[in-house]
């Protein structure tokens, strides 16, 4: 029985939190843990997650250093063999998705470090945006659509193989975390599968902060390669102001 911990990080997101309680509580596999990682917040947050009754569920509130501190938190306090955040907001696509994870990698000879597959792209607003179909998670793609490669929500990580999210970055710290990864996991180690693994609401700190999101990515770039190569993706650095134009101009 392969064990998950389902790692969610809040800051006064009683809006948002009791959706993705649900969406987790609500898996038909059960073999999993749900760890809260609250920010010490002051909206009733707390509160509530203090009013859940499930016996998978274990929380922490206190102050942090951002989310990525937050979620060094949650993977730190985890006992399952595979981790997944999924935080405060976002869903998973089905109940069924555990189930279906299991059921992939059950016959396999070895069991994959990582294991992803897409998600499904709402505006803050809940439209359906786009569904986010996963590419090969190489250095090649990070270098150029950096976390459209893979949606962070949907990418489970084998406790064995995980890596700290650097607090060098405010934003863009799980891309970082990308390339931690493959930098020591192989191709024949990774799993992808185009299962849609979670629902992604845009508007998100990263989201409303565009400007600060976009450099920070072209910096974990520059630190991940060396003069030659950063020059010669610079052009995909257009690709997401490309795709932020085209939300201001739909109206999404």
């Known amino acids: 029985m392969y064990k998950f911990s389902i790692i969610t990080v809040v800051y006064n997101g009683m809006d948002v939190l009791k959706n993705t309680v649900d969406s987790i509580q609500n898996q038909t596999y059960n073999n999993f843990e749900h760890i809260i990682v609250d920010g010490n917040s002051k909206d009733g947050t707390l509160e509530y997650i203090k009013s859940l009754a499930f016996d998978n569920l274990s929380y922490i509130s206190e102050r942090d250093n951002g989310i990525y501190d937050a979620m060094n938190k949650g993977a ?23 189930e279906n994870i299991v059921r992939k990698i059950r ?6 470090k990582i294991i992803y597959g897409g998600a499904n792209v709402y505006t803050e607003n809940g439209k359906f ?11 090649k793609n990070l270098n150029r659509f950096a976390t459209r490669t893979v949606c962070h929500q949907s990418i489970f990580v084998h406790n ?17 975390w990308y390339y931690d990864l493959i930098a020591v996991i192989t191709q024949n180690e990774i799993l992808q599968t ?4 979670c629902d992604y609401y845009l508007g998100g700190t990263g989201d409303k902060n565009f400007i ?21 993706i610079f052009p995909f650095f257009l690709i997401p102001l490309i795709f932020r134009i085209r939300r201001i101009l739909v109206g999404k």
Do not use: Q, W
């Not at 185009?194 to 693994?197: K, Q, S």
């Open 160 to 176: 064995k193989s995980m890596k700290i999210y650097s607090d060098k970055y405010r934003l863009k710290g799980e891309l970082n």
């Open 107 to 112: 016959d396999l000879k070895s069991k994959p």
């Open 212 to 232: 600060e999101n976009y450099f920070e990515r072209i910096n974990v770039a520059k630190v991940h390669n060396n003069l030659v190569t950063f020059i010669a």
């Open 194 to 197: 185009d299962e849609v693994i």
């Open 129 to 139: 945006l786009v569904r986010l179909n996963p590419l090969v998670l190489n250095k």
């Open 76 to 98: 730190n306090l985890s006992k399952g063999e595979y981790l997944l955040f999924l935080n405060a907001g976002d869903n998973f696509a089905s109940n069924e998705i555990l």
